[in-house]
Every structure is written in C-alpha cells, then in structure tokens.
C-alpha cells in the first residue's frame, strides 16, 4: 500500500468524515512545504558545531557571580516620553483587544458559511498567521496574548457589563481551584491541540476549525468564570501557558516595581528588588507609575528562579516533543515503520512526550548523582526552562518558510475572507511570490538557528546549575548529563531536517 | 579576557575550517539540459519525485491516461494533457526548494518536484 492509499484509509477512518463529511485535508494544518532536506554534509557539520560550541559557556563563562541570572542589564522603554505615550495609549490598547476579539469571530463566521475547499481565511489565519506568527513574535519580540487574548477580552467586557446592570459581585463564581493540579488542564489542552495539529486530518477544513474555536473558546469562558479569570488563565488555558513560556524567551518583559502589588498575585517570578515581572495580572492593575516595559538581553526570563507549579515540567517537555512529531512525521522512518493510521499516530502524540518526559528525567537523575547538592524534584523544575530555546529554535527553523509563504495568503484573504468571490481591498487576486527565499538559504538559516537555540540553552543550563549549586566544580558535573541531553537532543532536530520529506 | 579571546578565536577557526572543508565544491554543478519522461496512471505520477539542480534547462515529457491540466507549483507552468495528447513542460530551474505538481482541474497532487541548490 503506498502513502497515499495509505493517507486516504487514515482520513476515512478518523472523525473529519464523520463528523463533517469533508475530503482529507493535509497531514498537518499548514499546507505544504517549500524546504528540501538538509543535505549530509550540513548535518554532519551542525552536530559537530552543537558539539563544539556546548563547550562555549562553560569555558566562558565559568566564573561568573552564581546571581548572574538575577541580575541582567534592562532598558525601561517607559521612559522615552514617545514610547510611553504610543504604548500605554488606550487608542493602540483598546484598538489591539477589539481587533482581536473582531478575528475570533471572523474566523468562527468563515469556519461556518465560507467556502469549504480553497479559499477561507479561516485556516491560513488561525495555522499560519496566529500559531506560526504569533508565537514567533511572542519569542522575539514580546508577549502581547495576555493583552489581546479575545476570550479574556470578551470576559472582561462581560464583567464590566454585569457591574453596570447591578450584579455588584461581577460574574465569577469564585470556587477555589485545586492547587495539587498545578497547570495540568493546561497540558491536557495543549495535548488536544498537538493532536489535532498533527494528526487530525481535517485540521485544515474551516468548518472543523469554527467548531474548535468555539467549543475552546466556551471551555476558556467557563473556566474563567468558575474559578476567576486570572487562575484560568494562568493554569488552564492552554496559549496562556504556551505564549507566557515562549514570553520568558522575549527580549522584552513587563515589571511591577512596588513589591506591595506583587504580593497579591500568585506564581510570579520576584526580582533582586522585590518587584514582579511578567505578571501580567499584576502589570494591569498597578499604578502606571509603578510598572516599566523593559528592553533585556533575550532568554533571561527563563533562568530567573521560580516556584515551578505541578505539571510545568510536563507542559515544557510537550511543546519540545510537540514540535519534534509535527516534523517527525513527515520522515520516512516513522511512515515505514510506524506506519500512518490515526491510532498509531495518536499513540505517538501521546507516547513521544512520555518518552521525552522519560528520557529528561533520567538525566536530570544522572546530574543530581554527579552534581549533588539539590532533590531531585527541585532539579527537574529549575532544568526545564532551558530547554526552551531548542524548543523555539526548532519551531522557527521548522515553520519560517510556511511564514514566508504561505503567509502571503493573507494579502489576498482579508479581501475575500469567505471565499465568495469579495474584492474588499481590491488584493484578492495577489499570488504568492515563492521565490523570496532560496533553498540553499534556507538550510543555513535552519541550521544556524538550531545550533544557535542549542548554545542559548547550554548556557541557561549552566547558569542555573551554579545558581543551585553554587560549588563551580559541582555546577560543572551536575551540568554534564544536560549538556550531553542537549546534544542529543539538537542532533535529533538536524536529523529531522536532514531527512527526505514523505507525505 | 585573553584566554577567552584565544578561545573563541580557535572555535570559529575550528568551525570555519570544517565549513570549507564538509561544503562540496559550489562550481562542481554546471547547469545541465535534462529531459525526464514522466507518466501518470490512475492519479499516480512515476516517478512521484523529480529532481534537479538549479540553472538546469528541464524539459518533462509527460503522458497521462486521463485528461488534466498538469500545473507546477512555483513555477507556474501549465501544460493539458491526456491520453492523446503529450505534453512538454519546459522551465529554466531557477528557483530552489520543493514544489508539488498537481492536476489543477482535482487539484489532487500527483509528484513533486525538487530543485537543490547549485
């Protein structure tokens, strides 16, 4: 049986065509790729520059103060009079969080009337512009989803509206959230969402896409309101979680300075001054004079210490294992011996972070045998964020061209958002230039990216690993097995890159 | 400082002569005329993948045994072909990556052709 007989059983057995009769869209949300594989010789030279260059930050930085990641240099853009005025006007706020709350329904009204096959803004907005664009802005420049998260939008404008009709207690319900369950129903959540990224093969029909919207956009709103909006959206909701890591990454952050405020909100990450940064709950109710949007070397965020909640190392290892299916599944080996059926490509959704999960706590074991010093529990929290920027490099090598490409859509899609033939823009008939970019371009970049993501973790891992244990011979044992997983775990990403692409 | 100086230096030269020393040499691949004979039965294109080298001058000799409009992504080249009729699609390959053929009249994707960099 070859691939595509074999892509049609898949599809006809999975629950597009139950549930909406629709043809088998692609393997994955986001159409189909421009990239050929890396070639060997570039494999083989990256794996030997991750190599050569884990070794980087240790030689360099070995002697640093262990506060380092405490303390890092920062540039208040609140202070610019030009800045301050165009960021913190309500025309640019308020305008951004009704622009969004606009999309959300436009995507929901294009999923449900517009056309079903070809063009609909739908899927190339939510795939492309939103989980592609979005998430790299977040990582380069800043994290706005809290601001213009449209659920957190519409609940805040549903408060506002029951305070003034005379519901003085607003619309929460108030229960307590189980604390043991840490940020668990956001993992959960973002599981479905791999699943249905990768291996739902009606990810790419609008209708299915409306009907996801709405059914997260209801768990979100009744989340919110049962246990209050900020625990919600702190622990369950799935792109606050996301974003808010890919945040620690930006070299942006927002700060309280008044450690009085930051007191009354939970699970922030507390500077040498007291103050919180990147609460964002705290940031919206602080007294303008009291908050700074600061310029930071980027990953910083994720080497501050902090409390990290039940399910925080989880979630991190599913966004890694998260990005390595999605280009994973596209290799020969997994098609051939795995075989593609939606059963055994859900048991890889779920067992690859189980694996991943595995694997990373053995090596955390093997450096609290060699390091010392700290539990084991403790370890596994502080490690985890340093794995972020693999996470993100290989994102970004992995989706960048889709960015570059079919991201173009967009100019002709916002004047014909349904499919029904509209030339609102007078743009509707752009085609995309595929050019821009070429091929041998793009395996550098790739390449580079990865190996550049590789050394930023390296780094952090060091860093944390004399924050915790203080002792530099000690830090330098107990970071070795990390050290050995991010090799591994860089050469996976080239190997993937390097492998001949099958659909 | 110095220490770290002569570190960083012996890196980029370690890493920069593994580059020039891996890198296959770039003038090796003089642009070729290549002509592929292409079929397509029952929606399967043999062979699925195509691939060429940039600058090559590629002329694919296509039959079908079904009526399509064979389009090439990228590129744009758009030739009809079916069981009577023999189609010519020649392109100057020049640009690089991977671009699906597909019967725009379905829109069912038959192959794919690659173009790696010369």
Known sequence: ?503 | MARSLILIAVIVLILGGLFFLLRPDPQAGVPRDRTIAVSVEGGEMSPAGISVKEGDRVTLRVSSDEPMELHLHGYDVEQEVGPKQKARLRFRADLTGRFEIEDHESERELGVLQVRPG
Request: aromatic share 14%; with cysteine.
């Open chain 1, 1 to 503: 049986m070859n691939v595509r007989t074999r892509r049609v059983t898949a599809a006809a057995l999975s629950f597009s065509l139950i549930l909406t009769g629709a043809r088998p869209a692609l393997a994955h949300g986001f159409g189909p790729t421009y990239d050929i594989p890396i070639p060997l010789w570039l494999y083989l030279y990256g794996a030997a520059a991750a190599v050569v260059l884990a070794f980087l930050p240790l030689a360099l930085f070995s002697r640093k103060e262990r506060d380092a990641p405490y303390q890092y240099p920062s540039f208040d853009l609140l202070r610019v009079r030009l800045l301050r005025t165009l960021l913190t006007s309500r025309l640019l706020t308020g305008g951004l969080r009704l622009l969004s709350v606009a999309l959300f329904f436009v995507v929901v009204i294009a999923g449900l009337v517009g056309l079903q096959s070809g063009f609909n803004i739908a899927p190339t907005f939510v795939w492309i512009t939103w989980w592609v664009g979005l998430s790299f802005f977040t990582a380069f420049v800043g994290n706005v989803w809290p601001l213009v998260n449209p659920w957190g939008v519409l609940s805040d404008w549903a408060e506002g509206l029951a305070r003034r009709f005379g519901y003085r207690d607003g619309l929460e319900l108030g229960q307590s959230y189980p604390e043991a369950l840490g940020i668990w129903p956001a993992v959960g959540l973002y599981l479905v969402f791999v699943w249905i990224e990768n291996v739902f093969s009606g990810s790419y029909v609008p209708r299915n896409i409306a009907l996801f919207a709405l059914a997260y956009a209801l768990i979100t709103l009744y989340g919110m309101a049962f246990f209050g909006k900020e625990t919600w959206l702190r622990r369950g909701e799935a792109f606050s979680v996301f974003f808010g890591l890919l945040g620690r990454f930006a070299p942006t952050e927002v700060r309280v300075k008044d450690p009085d405020v930051c007191q009354d909100c939970d699970g922030c990450d507390y500077d040498a001054g007291g103050g919180c940064v990147n609460c964002y709950e705290c940031f919206a109710h602080a007294a303008p004079d009291e908050r700074e949007l600061n310029l930071r070397p980027p990953a910083v965020g994720l080497g501050l210490p902090e409390k990290v909640p039940p399910g925080g190392v989880a979630f991190v290892i599913l966004v890694l294992a998260g990005v390595t299916f999605d280009g994973l599944l596209e290799t020969s080996l997994w098609l051939e011996i795995l075989r593609l059926t939606p059963v055994t490509q859900t048991l890889g959704v779920i067992l690859l972070p189980l694996l991943f999960l595995g694997i990373y706590l053995g090596f955390v074991e093997l450096s609290r045998i060699l390091g010392g010093g700290v539990g084991f529990g403790r370890l596994a929290g502080a490690y985890a964020f340093s794995l972020v920027p693999i996470a993100i490099a290989y994102q970004m090598a992995h989706y960048y061209t889709y960015l570059l490409i079919q991201g173009q859509m967009m100019i002709s899609l916002v004047s014909d958002p349904l499919g029904w033939g509209w030339n609102l823009l007078g743009t509707a008939d752009f085609e995309p230039r595929y050019g821009i970019v070429g091929a041998g371009f793009v395996w550098y970049s790739q390449v580079a990216l990865i190996v550049a993501g590789h050394v930023i973790a390296v780094y952090l891992a060091h860093s944390i690993s004399l924050r915790l244990l203080r002792d530099p011979v000690r830090a330098f044992r107990g970071q070795l097995p990390m050290l050995v997983l991010m090799v591994l775990y860089t050469m996976t990403s080239l190997w993937i890159l390097a492998q001949p692409i099958v659909e």
